[in-house]
């Protein structure tokens, strides 16, 4: 399809997010989660993390003016906070630079062996549009035809294809999925860099690849996704769909949010204006749609599911919309320790592991609740990437490659561990 620019800031001013900061708030009381609710719908304000009432870590986005006052108000109620990111304007052309340079590397694709008749244009060196990691797939396909096929779940409120490959010739089945948020970029970088490892590497991983078919959808929510490219600056951090919400000019829905397991009861919005809006109602999102007819007709078969965000380092167990566990927790999280123990051994980055209530905030209609509880895929896992917060979600492209390579590790050792 023809993809249409909205550049809706033609003010170069307004543009750019110059003087913007991110600010980590330590929440310990409750008057600091007070102010920091009273700014959640302001403009020049973009909470990265979420807001919770909670005790930890909430990361904020703010303009020049509003961060002022935010931390005059902070400092005045005795709440601490600490600047991670001083000129977000000045890291995101720092990562912009790095693209540039990765235009010309050295030697592209060298360690791959590159023998397939057709070309890629992805390079692990950069982050990159929809339109590539959809030709990776090809690729793939191409390439690997015995063991790597592609496969269409369905297709955007936008139009766009949400496009996915298979490799593997088991019965047994494995789910794969980045990219639900548009704005976390590390998310299907780390997912097509998996599909690499499970195609052009198939050699290391024969048992896997024998025992299961993994099913992989490097970006979820494509119209979000290229949106953070051609919405124009103020867009980068786009996180939602981008579908149409009747009654409101604001446009899009929480994909992550969308899901009919305790839809709308925690850690979400009614306010189709709001970053976490769950929608007018469960699965009124296409893209959750095509997840759920998808996951449903291989239910029974499925045995792992395994959706990609950014940022933090967490791998997360179910459930999210509260501390209930699911009878076979501790299965689940001798899987997550082993993964997080290889994830360490390969690069020395520490996943903290736990239900999303205890290390993030409850949060309901997400896509790995759903999976356990409505279509009993026992190994339920969301993993929120690097980093912890220094980058957040302007991770350079320099992390895509031992980001990657630590999850091979992480993600082929929980596979191998429910072999
Ligand atoms: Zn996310």
New binding site residues.
Partial sequence: MTMTTELSDTNGEEGDFSGYQVLRVLVIRRDTVEILRSYQDRPGVDFWTELSDRAGPVDVMVSPDVGRQLKEELTRSRSSYVVNIEDVQVREVAVETEVVNAEHPTAPHADIGLTARSAFSLTWRKYHRLADHHQYLDFVADSYSRLCQTFSIGRSSEGRDIKGIKCGKGKREIWIDGG??GR?WI?PAVVSYLIREFSERAHLHEHILGNFTIYSVPVLNPDGYEFTYTGGKKNRFW?KTRSKNRNSKCIGVDA?RNFDIYWGKVGVSRDPCSDIYAGPRPFSEPETRAVRRFILSHAGKLEMFLTF??YSQLLLLPFGYSEERPPDYSQLLRVAKLGRQRIFSASGTWFKIGQPSQRLYPVSGISQDWAKARAGVQYSYSL?LRDRGKYGLLLPASQIEPSGKEMVEGVTAMIEEIL
């Fill in positions: 639900i948020h976390e998310s996180r992550n965000h950014s929120e």
